[in-house]
């Protein structure tokens, strides 16, 4: 009982990552270490964090999207692994789909806890109350999903491993897949956002250029940057000094 | 309006604004993103400029609310010119404060593409290396250097950019507007970040085609015609498609990431997708 308390903890201090400037409290390395701690033996935790880190590396936020919710993931795969004595490969096993199953939680607290909070900021803000906007992002965040994350941390662990798998298995394969071939799609979504926020007719060229460069030429995101910084220079420095404002970007004309 | 700009913001409410900034994501939402986080790091800048405009504080704290997103750890830099602007909006008559949010729309996008690359590209992956190669001997070093790896760099960047954002937004800015050199550093900065968004819907989007007819040896995969065709042609139409759906279709995003979950089930469940 007091050990599914303190991963509950354990789960809110990972996901105060994002109190703390998206410190990376959250990453497998970081949250199985912890979880060693409360368990007994850091040096599995530690162990095990590695491997996780390694597993998920590529689950990061860019964009729109959210990658698997590796808190739990990572905290019950390597506590239910330490728990049942099994070795440390055991945790990616359980960690995957608790991540997934947590993903699908998180998204189902932000579309229905989340916005009643941002909305009464706003109601807030037009009240030109300060204080009111902050209390809402302070509280916000906290209720929406900190707190029902140490929750769901510590039962799942409480209820232990039977219960678990028994939930777990109960998915069906083809939602598992599906959620993993929605997760490759869901960066789309956030690219969509962000290209519609500068794009218009006379500078979509770019991105067809960026997107050119590296499909043919394999040249990575952080080259195609600097490129585009001197492609910038270049253009703009051969434009005479009156740039329409329609170049500009912005909403006024952005279909294409 | 040509020289004096009055100073009203000190160094104290900057460094106000900079601890702020660090709770960015925590109430990250599908609707408008990191708005809050941006509007909850303004407050107290807001609540001194306008400290006796009421109705000018809350068009502030509305301005501040809307759609925000970019890299987190360097989000600063527009906090620090949104600073500037505010301050100059709160001494002087004919500022325009639909540039406010221009500036900042223009900027999200091109420093997300360069935030992104740096801070989750690079600097990660070197915490990442380093940190788990000593974790997996069990060394207690690992998880610590990982996230000292991380930070130290993180935090020096991040009040860089607030200092930076400010200086930038108060002393220049004004200038550029004046010579047109505003809408030509929006120019470049879409092309930057245009550029960089493809190269990620290139890198970053994957959608798998299994699908084939025929059989055997004589199979023929639709995915692999298609990239034959144009590589990574299918994560662009992809993109495209949810493009047209949440600009011409006004598709709330939250409704978008439903359809894209939808799209996953469906696909795996008929095997058109694959993993």
Known sequence: ?256 | MMTSETKVLGKKDLMKVFWRSFTMEWTWNYERQANLGYGFAMVPILEKLYKDKPEEKAEALQRHLEFFNTTPHVSTLILGISSAMEEQNSTREDFDTSSINNVKVGLMGPLAGIGDSLLWGTLRIIATGIGTSLALQGNVLGPILFFLIFNIPHIILRYICMMGGYKLGAGFLTKMQQGGLMDKVTYGAAIVGLMSIGAMIATMVTVNIPLSYGSGDNAIVIGDILNGIIPGIIPLLFTGFIYWLVTKKKMRTTAALLLILVIGIVGSMTGILGV
Request: net charge neutral; glycine share 12%.
């Open chain 1, 1 to 256: 009982m007091l050990q599914a308390v303190l991963l509950g903890l354990v789960a809110m201090i990972g996901n105060a990552t994002f109190l703390t400037g998206t410190s990376l409290l959250d990453r497998p390395i970081v949250m199985c270490t912890l979880t060693g701690l409360v368990m007994g033996d850091i040096k599995s935790g530690i162990i095990i964090g590695a491997m996780m880190e390694l597993a998920f590396i590529g689950a990061f936020s860019v964009g729109g999207a959210l990658p698997p919710e590796m808190i739990s993931g990572g905290i019950l795969g390597a506590a239910l692994t330490l728990a049942s004595g099994n070795s440390p490969e055991v945790a990616l096993t359980i960690g995957i789909p608790i991540a997934s199953l947590a993903l699908v939680l998180k998204n189902a607290c932000k579309i229905f806890i989340l916005p009643y909070f941002v909305h009464r900021a706003d109601q807030y803000a037009k009240e030109g109350n300060g204080k009111g906007v902050s209390r809402m992002h302070m509280l916000g965040g906290l209720l929406y999903f900190n707190l029902p994350l140490g929750l769901f941390v510590g039962t799942a662990y409480y209820l232990g491993n039977s219960v678990m798998s028994t939930v777990l298995n109960a998915i069906p394969a083809f939602v598992q897949n599906g959620l993993t071939i929605a997760t490759g799609l869901m960066p789309a979504l956030g690219f969509a956002i962000l290209a519609s926020m500068i794009v218009n007719k006379k500078n979509v060229v770019f991105l067809f250029l960026g997107f050119l460069l590296a499909v043919y030429l394999n040249i990575p995101v952080t080259g195609i940057a600097l490129l585009g910084v001197v492609t910038a220079l270049i253009i703009v420095g051969i434009q005479p000094t009156q740039m329409s404002t329609a170049l500009a970007g912005g909403d006024e004309d952005d279909d294409f």
